[in-house]
């Protein structure tokens, strides 16, 4: 089997990577973006969030259409009308009593929270955000939400 060099850009060019030759990037695994907390009280750790109007969050819940689209999960305590970063993908850290390997769907009765129990009630949403990889962690996978 013949050895292969990957390939690599540099200045704008395709190029072999060279013997010797090193690789210098960010390499980062999440998606997080930065909008303001439109809720009346904080946000945690956690909370999944709906776009509630321009770079503005609050938290989701699977009851009704307009707050059951989660856009992303609180990476902190992010205050009433202050901006913070919300994770959009990949894996969130910093949790706790998570189930490992289990799947979390979005709350049909609580604002924000994420339940390992999906909503079966008729007219609520099954919105699947993600599965535990630790006890603390979660790999963020946003699905599309299903009406009951």
């Keep these: 089997m013949a050895l292969k060099k990957p390939l690599v850009l540099s200045g704008g060019l395709i190029t072999q990577l060279q013997s010797g030759d090193t690789l210098d990037a960010t390499i980062s695994e999440t998606e997080g973006q930065v909008y303001t907390n439109g809720d009346v009280a904080g946000h945690v750790i956690g909370d999944a969030v709906y776009l509630s109007a321009a770079d503005t969050v609050k938290k989701a819940t699977a009851s009704a259409p307009s707050t059951t689209r989660a856009i992303a999960i609180a990476t902190a305590s992010i205050a009433n009308g202050v901006p913070g970063t919300y994770q959009t993908s990949g894996s969130l850290g910093g949790l706790s009593g998570l189930t490992a390997g289990a799947v979390y769907y979005l709350s049909p ?23 535990a990889t630790s006890t603390t962690e979660i790999l963020i996978n946003i699905q599309a939400p299903i009406l009951l």
Excluded at 110 to 131: H, K, M, R
Aim: net charge negative; proline share 9%; charged share 5%.
């Design 109 to 131: 009765t609580t604002a924000g929270l994420l339940t390992l129990t999906p909503p079966s009630t008729l007219g609520q949403y099954v919105v699947e955000i993600g599965v």
